[in-house]
């Protein structure tokens, strides 16, 4: 993943990156308890995704030259194979694209 590539190559200590359980959630910014507590980060995601996850996730914070972010939360076993991909809510919904080519939404599958 590019991002990644980039934040390790520019402006990552490994000596410093931390997970933690996150404990206040609003859009744009969390606060996630490691060691230490860290509040106010931005949340880096991929172009075109944005999400807000909940209290109690177990997440990823990685130190940047100026500030902190959070990059994401550790995810769970969703049984998906090698090379699928799974978007889904706290709520229950997803879509999955499948390597055979298809995609399920909430289980279904759609043409």
Known sequence: MWLLDYVTKNSFSKSDASCGDVTQSKLGNVAVNTSLEHRDMPIVA????VYNPPVGEHSVVLPLTKKEACIGVIAPDMGLKPGEL??????????VLKNDGSVLINGKAVE
């Open 46 to 49: 991929p172009f075109g995704i």
């Open 86 to 95: 799974m978007l889904y809510s706290l709520g229950g919904a997803s879509i």
